[in-house]
Nanobody, 124 residues
Framework: QVQLVESGGGLVQTGGSLRLSCAAS????????MGWFRQAPGKEREFVTA????????YYEDSVKGRFTISRDNAKKTVYLQMNSLKLEDTAVYYCAAARSHALLRDPRGYEYWGQGIQVTVSS
């Protein structure tokens, strides 16, 4: 089992920045690609970004390209999501997740472990 805990969420004004962290614990000897998803009220959970185990490859949903950056520190067992130029539509609960493989990285079905989620609210 792998436990994932997100931190760093909160309230920010439009145009502001936040940095989310996702700390892994448990059976982390296995290597996992990692992803971030988000879910706004009344909407389905959607892909935001993902990163390969080595960190060499990053994947982004079109609406966050150029504004969000995913990174990871495997020594610290932590994945980060730097969010800049935040917009009202970025408001959601953000989840980090560990994938079974590099297949289906944009699909929630491709992920085996999930964090509890953390609220990000962007206000005008």
């Amino acid at each position: 089992q792998v436990q994932l805990v997100e931190s760093g969420g909160g309230l920010v004004q439009t145009g502001g920045s936040l940095r989310l962290s996702c700390a892994a614990s448990g059976r982390t000897s296995s290597t996992y690609p990692m992803g971030w998803f988000r879910q706004a009220p009344g909407k389905e959970r959607e892909f935001v970004t993902a990163i390969s185990w080595t960190g060499d490859n990053e994947y982004y949903e079109d609406s966050v390209k150029g504004r969000f950056t995913i990174s990871r520190d495997n020594a610290k067992k932590t994945v980060y999501l730097q969010m800049n130029s935040l917009k009202l539509e970025d408001t959601a609960v953000y989840y980090c997740a560990a994938a079974r493989s590099h297949a289906l990285l944009r699909d929630p079905r491709g992920y085996e472990y999930w964090g509890q989620g953390i609220q990000v609210t962007v206000s005008s």
